[in-house]
């Protein structure tokens, strides 16, 4: 049975949604239908449980369900739809709520002189999911706008399932500029933005009641839905204790500037006086309605996404008690097909137990070479009919895709071009770029046009390509079929990054900065490779820059290059600890098993 087959073979199981268990359809004495479509159950309480049990309440501006549905602008939608993978193959009882973003965030075309261009990302969203009866209103500019919400049902081999919302205000009866404030992702000024956050905070609460979900807790995905605190306020007459007791806030940004806020005269107009103005800021911070700090004020639980940004979080929020959870991806999403192949012959199970990925060591050194080069190829095709550049399948091949904007550093490796051009006589490489910047971030498309210069000032020496309109599918492509994920935010403002786990997730060896996840992931020389200094060594941001500029270098020129062509064995002992000591762990079963016990079940 060819891989395909199997697959096959495996979704046509018929599942218990709420223990698992396999049930023949045509025997099936339990079942009821719901969103369309029919489940079967074991027994009555099974099917009891599924409609009645308590779920948590997943709220995200952005979710990454797949490249098709382009509701998602990066690492923060990515971080969702694995949250809503991991929780239906391990049956925890989610529902998530996001906005439908009919046009998407953007589509990128970049033109030869390297300037980003942007058009709408249209998608249909009856393509993919029904359309629920309910409509709920929310206030807006003294209007009642109507939303109404998309079902899609992520399902798993494992039988779990969690529905998705996808909330809308392309509805009769809504003015033409109401019905497009669920358009476009990020798009628009703040009030454009306040008038989403409302949609998704407010309507999202109301959505559900009106869905009669039984919702044991809020969970909020950064502070984008934090209004959603405010409405729980007044549906329990403004007992704060018990709206904390459901609330659970991740934030993801180390730095106060980057906090969605907005002036209370907007907040006023648009939102009206739907909640007191002395409880917005008694809760939401006295010179403006700062989101992050709503959130923070109404959650009983609160964490950071890595250690290293729990420790920034402390700082930045005295007084508040924050945990951490680091992030982690989904293992079989971000598995290539010829890896996941390798791991079903030596560690059947990992795909819903990662943690046996520990297990890689016996895995034969020139299978794994064998799966990475099919991964490597398959790239290299993809970027030739995308490109029609040709790259080289023996050359050192370095990927970096990621949100194109300026604490990312796209550009750090041109800082020196002459000793770049140095250290490709020791041992050549080629580069593999893409990312998209948002439409307002003119710092981010300046680092797009930088590159496009680069590309053409080493035409002849180093095959350079970015590539357009990153996404999840070239995520997944990039992610697997390089031989070094570069990584170089400016620290502290990586609160996790996360496709760098997706590169252990295929062997693939890390370079990074000791920002976000990599501080917990980086064992120099074992797992990969460390650049600058640990952030908690007390030395002046000046020589921080320089070390790792020498890092970058020198790395690549004495470590990187020389193991890559002359010590082949060395290197794939390396991919080998890839998988066993960083995905074993960086996945996000190990991530929502602890939402569960630490934040879900508190
Ligand atoms: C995983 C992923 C990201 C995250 O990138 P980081 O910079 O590592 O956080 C961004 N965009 C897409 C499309 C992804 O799949």
Same mark, same amino acid.
């Given at each position: 049975m060819n891989e395909s087959d199997e697959e096959m073979e495996k979704a046509r199981i018929i599942r218990d949604p709420v223990c698992g268990m396999p049930i023949e359809p045509e025997k099936a004495k339990f079942k009821a239908e719901f969103g369309g479509k029919l489940y079967y159950f074991c027994s009555e309480y099974c099917k009891r449980r599924f409609f009645e049990r308590p779920r948590i309440a997943y709220f995200s501006m952005e979710v990454g369900i797949k490249s098709e549905i382009p509701t998602y602008s990066g690492g923060l939608g990515a971080l969702a739809g694995d949250t809503i993978r991991?929780?239906?193959?391990?049956?925890?009882?989610?529902?998530?709520?996001?906005?439908?973003?009919r046009k998407g965030y953007l589509k990128q075309k970049i033109t030869e002189e390297g300037e980003q261009l942007e058009y709408p990302d249209e998608w249909a969203p009856s393509e993919y999911m029904i359309p629920l009866p309910p409509i709920v209103e929310v206030p807006i500019e003294g209007r009642?706008?109507?939303?109404?919400a998309w079902l899609y049902e992520?399902?798993?081999?494992?039988?779990?399932?969690?529905?998705?919302?996808?909330?809308?205000t392309d509805v009769e009866g809504n003015t033409p500029e109401d019905r497009g404030i669920t358009d476009f992702l990020y798009g628009g000024d703040d009030r454009y933005r306040l008038k989403q956050e409302i949609v998704l905070g407010i309507g999202g609460v109301r959505m559900l009641e009106a869905l009669n979900f039984n919702v044991a807790k809020y969970h909020m995905n950064e502070g984008h839905s934090s209004l959603l605190t405010l409405e729980l306020l007044r549906k329990n007459n403004m007992d704060s204790d018990k709206v904390k007791n459901l609330c659970i806030f991740t934030t993801h940004t180390p730095v106060e500037a980057a906090f969605d806020k907005f002036p209370y005269d907007l907040v006023e107009e648009v939102l009206g006086d739907l909640f007191p103005i002395e409880v917005l800021k008694k809760?939401? @911070?006295?010179?403006?309605?700062?989101?992050?700090?709503?959130?923070?004020?109404?959650?009983?639980?609160?964490? @950071?996404?890595?250690?290293?940004?729990?420790?920034?979080?402390?700082?930045?929020?005295? @007084?508040?008690?924050?945990?951490s959870i680091t992030n982690g991806v989904h293992s079989y999403t971000w598995t290539s097909p010829f890896f996941r192949e390798l791991f079903d012959k030596y560690i059947p199970g990992w795909a819903n137990e990662p943690e046996l990925l520990v297990r890689v060591g016996p895995i034969p050194d020139e299978e794994i070479w064998e799966a990475h080069m099919k991964a490597k190829r398959h790239l290299l095709e993809f970027i030739k009919e995308k490109t029609g550049v040709e790259m080289d399948l023996e050359v050192l091949t370095i990927g970096f895709a990621r949100r194109a904007t300026a604490y990312k550093r796209a550009t750090l490796i041109f800082s020196d071009i002459e000793r770049l051009r140095e250290v490709n006589k020791i041992g050549k490489i080629q580069l593999v770029f893409a990312g998209k910047a948002h439409p307002r971030d003119i710092p981010g498309k300046m680092m797009i046009k930088?590159?496009?210069?680069?590309?053409?000032?080493?035409?002849?020496?180093?095959?350079?390509?970015?590539?357009?309109?990153?996404?999840?599918?070239?995520?997944?492509?990039?992610?697997? @079929?390089?031989?070094?994920?570069?990584?170089?935010?400016?620290?502290p403002l990586e609160a996790s990054g996360t496709s760098g786990m997706k590169a252990a997730h295929n062997g693939v060896l890390n370079f990074s900065v000791l920002d976000g996840w990599w501080v917990e992931g980086c064992v120099e020389g074992v797992t990969g490779w460390a650049i600058g200094p640990r952030p908690d060594e007390p030395i002046e941001e000046k020589e921080r820059r320089r070390r790792e500029l020498k890092d970058l270098y020198n790395k690549l020129e004495y470590l990187i290059i020389p193991t890559f062509y002359e010590r082949r064995d060395e290197w794939i002992s390396m991919m080998n600890n890839s998988i066993g000591k960083v995905a074993y762990y960086f996945n996000s079963h190990r991530m929502m098993q602890r939402y569960a016990t630490e934040a879900y079940l508190l």
């Open positions: 991991s929780s239906a193959d391990l049956k925890i009882p989610l529902t998530a709520v996001t906005l439908v973003s009642k706008v109507k939303i109404r992520h399902q798993s081999v494992t039988g779990g399932v969690v529905p998705i919302l996808f909330l809308d809760y939401g @911070g006295q010179d403006r309605l700062n989101m992050t700090f709503l959130a923070l004020n109404l959650s009983k639980y609160t964490n @950071g996404v890595t250690k290293a940004h729990m420790e920034y979080s402390r700082r930045l929020f005295p @007084g508040h008690h924050i945990m930088e590159i496009y210069g680069y590309i053409k000032q080493l035409k002849d020496e180093i095959k350079i390509v970015y590539l357009e309109n990153y996404n999840m599918d070239m995520a997944a492509k990039m992610t697997s @079929g390089v031989d070094v994920w570069l990584n170089t935010p400016l620290p």
